[in-house]
């Protein structure tokens, strides 16, 4: 399983969010979008969680 968190680019977002200053991260999992943050470090745990949960899966599947 792929999972992966990037930061959104300002061309994604709305004008009044980068006047803002608001930072967005994305998770993506098998190229789809499955999850946004405002913190970088929520995202990385959401990263975490889903490799956990696909791996107790592989393992119960096996």
């Given at each position: 399983m792929t999972v992966k968190v990037t930061?959104?680019?300002d061309s994604r977002m709305s004008h009044e969010g980068v006047?803002?200053?608001v930072r967005i991260w994305d998770v993506y999992q098998?190229?789809?979008l499955v999850?946004?943050?405002h913190s970088e470090t929520?995202?990385?745990n959401?990263?975490?969680e889903l490799e956990t949960l696909e791996q107790q899966r592989a393992l119960r599947s096996a």
């Amino acid at each position: 399983m792929t999972v992966k968190v990037t930061e959104r680019d300002d061309s994604r977002m709305s004008h009044e969010g980068v006047a803002a200053g608001v930072r967005i991260w994305d998770v993506y999992q098998q190229d789809l979008l499955v999850g946004m943050f405002h913190s970088e470090t929520d995202a990385h745990n959401y990263k975490a969680e889903l490799e956990t949960l696909e791996q107790q899966r592989a393992l119960r599947s096996a």
